[in-house]
């Protein structure tokens, strides 16, 4: 069963969200401060967050920072009476995978929700990922090691790496990892991709012997320890 966390302080709209989830076999729990929410899934794993962005006490822009700066991967979806381009820039930006303004129809919330979820699953792979060719990750710290030495990743750059590792040794296109890591649709005019890939490969092979992010011609790019 997915867990569903609902940062949200109408109780009308809580309920409404939380009857139709539940029916729909989601288990869901309400929180209607942000502080809280940031507590809570520090603590708990959920599959997904739906925030709210006007909150009590913080706005959901700084809980999605927050969530981000402490590099806590979760999609959050955001739902907000704030429609205008501007905000939704400013929540994506903030660190949320999808912004669906209110009122709404609740089948569109499911949908979406639904979208994020099966992006969520496509990025799993090999459940042993967290060790390879001298790379260690630490899901707990959420930071990891080559051979011993820090790297330093953003928590797109981790993003980025948990899924090479997942899917280590096997070639991944653009699509595949920009729907896993950004959880949208592949734009081919955008390099956010390859500038990511750069990132990544500064940080993981520019000072080590060996390289082990490859790029591969027509396809795109894999994690492989050649000899």
Known sequence: MNRVLLVEDDPRVASFITRGLEEHLYEVKT???????????????YNII?????????????????????????PILILSALDTPQEKVKGLQSGADDYLAKPFLFEELLARINAQLRRAE?????????????IEINMKEQSATRDGKELNLSSRELKLLIFFM??????????????????????STSNTVDVYINYLRNK????????LIHTIKGTGYMLKQKS
């Open 50 to 74: 739906i925030l709210d962005i006007m909150l009590p006490d913080i706005t959901g822009f700084e809980v999605c920072e927050v969530l981000r700066s402490r590099k806590i991967i979760v």
């Open 122 to 134: 496509f990025s799993t792979g090999i459940l042993d990922f967290q060790s390879y060719a001298g």
């Open 204 to 211: 993981i092979d520019k000072n080590f012997p060996t390289p």
């Open 166 to 187: 997942k899917n280590r040794e096997t070639a991944l296109s653009r699509v595949a990892i920009a729907q896993a890591v950004w959880n949208i649709d592949f734009d």
């Open 31 to 45: 929180i209607t401060k942000g502080f809280e929410a940031i507590k809570e899934v520090m603590q708990n794993e």
